[in-house]
């Protein structure tokens, strides 16, 4: 048969694991979740958009790296949308790109995530292009990151015809040709909206006691997050998006 077809029958399906909330899904081989999104345009941004997304996620093994969430054409239109990567050494960056790296925003974190460990990871971008706007979070609190490069000017999203990867969706572990192996995650959002840091330190307080994750908040944060209004999670764009991946994987092999 055809390569694809051959790809098709040896890809491995994501198992289900323990999670943070019920079921988690850990990627192995070259297995990926794709959550669609191109005629929805569930999590479709522009560059000029503010928005968030966040996932539960755990190093389940050494000197691995890989595509953690991406929306993006991958290398044949230089990685145009937005992606969160794992490196092999243990941290992650978080970029938007018309091509990478030329016109591109990216930042790193400077200290890499433990091994077997879950960690509830957050991104906010305000929508001005601009290196201040994006922003990481690791359990509730800002990361400490790096600026990798501060020049996008150009649009972020692939056009259905001129470009070479098309529009593409929010997959889980996958990038082009490229994917993410031995990681589990768990409780994925996107949201339309640049997350405060009192919404984002009340989205990592969902599950995490469950997973023995103190969340590294200062007093103010803990203060304002007991009376902020937590994100919302429909299937509206308006109010943002959320999936049980674990149930979702159950649903999928059900049908």
């Known amino acids: 048969g055809s390569e694809d077809e051959r790809k098709k029958k040896t890809v491995r399906a994501p198992e289900t694991v323990a999670g943070v909330i019920g079921g988690a899904q850990r990627l192995v081989g070259d297995g990926q979740i794709d959550l669609g999104g191109r005629e929805q345009n569930f999590g479709f941004f522009e560059r000029n958009d503010p928005f968030s997304f966040a996932i539960w996620m755990r190093r389940d093994k050494d000197g ?9 054409g991958a290398v044949m239109n230089g990685h145009r949308g937005y992606e969160l990567i794992l490196r092999p050494d243990g941290t992650l ?4 790109h018309h091509v990478a790296p030329d ?6 974190l400077t200290e890499p995530l433990a091994l077997r460990t879950w960690y509830h990871v957050t991104v906010t971008y305000d929508g001005a292009s601009r290196a201040p706007g994006l922003r990481m979070f690791l359990n509730g609190a800002p990361a400490k990151t790096r600026l990798i490069v501060d020049h996008l000017s150009r649009s972020i999203i692939s056009e259905p015809l001129g470009d070479w990867g098309g529009i593409s969706s929010i997959r889980l572990g996958r990038r082009g040709d490229e994917n993410l192996s031995d990681v589990s995650v768990d409780e994925f959002y996107v949201f339309p909206d640049q997350l405060t840091a009192p919404e984002v330190a009340t989205l990592a307080s969902a599950g995490a006691a469950s997973v023995g994750v103190a969340l590294g908040r200062t007093e103010a944060d803990r203060r304002a997050s007991a009376t902020a209004t937590p994100p ?3 299937a509206t ?4 998006v959320g999936v049980d991946l674990g149930r ?8």
Do not use: F, K
């Open 248 to 255: 979702r994987e159950a649903d999928r092999r059900a049908s």
């Open 232 to 234: 919302r999670a429909t």
């Open 103 to 108: 016109n591109s925003l990216e930042i790193e």
């Open 237 to 240: 764009r308006a109010e943002g």
């Open 93 to 96: 960056t978080a970029g938007l």
């Open 64 to 72: 691995v790296g890989g595509p953690v969430i991406t929306r993006s």
